[in-house]
């Protein structure tokens, strides 16, 4: 047999590695329902946090459920400007 050598036990990467550990989940516009396809759906904006590994922040904004009695929180893009308790209206008009 031979040996294990060094930098196969030292492992893989170290400053070339993703940093994946504490991301804040992946940034997606909603998925179009009947109200979005119709008009529009007005949501608020919760949040701004930090993304590990990526350059723009990004913002939680929540709408109504048009099916359901709860709320649905959606993670966007946060654009320059943006800002707490502001109002994000997402469809077609």
């Known amino acids: 047999?031979?040996?294990?050598?060094?930098?196969?036990?030292?492992?893989?990467g170290?400053?070339?590695k993703a940093h994946v550990v504490?991301?804040?989940?992946?940034a997606k516009l909603r998925t179009l329902d009947y109200s979005e396809r119709q008009g529009?759906?007005?949501?608020?904006?919760?949040?701004i946090v930090h993304d590990p590994g990526r350059?723009?922040?990004l913002a939680?904004?929540?709408?109504?459920d048009p099916y359901h009695y709860r709320r649905v929180e959606e993670t966007?893009?946060?654009?320059?400007g943006m800002f707490t308790g502001?109002?994000?209206?997402a469809g077609k008009k």
Do not use: S
């Open 22 to 26: 504490g991301r804040k989940g992946a």
């Open 60 to 64: 939680k904004v929540v709408f109504r």
């Open 40 to 47: 529009y759906i007005r949501g608020v904006v919760k949040t």
């Open 76 to 80: 966007f893009i946060a654009t320059e």
């Open 86 to 89: 502001q109002f994000v209206y």
């Open 14 to 16: 170290g400053i070339f």
């Open 55 to 57: 350059g723009a922040p």
């Open 1 to 12: 047999m031979g040996r294990v050598i060094r930098a196969q036990r030292k492992g893989a």
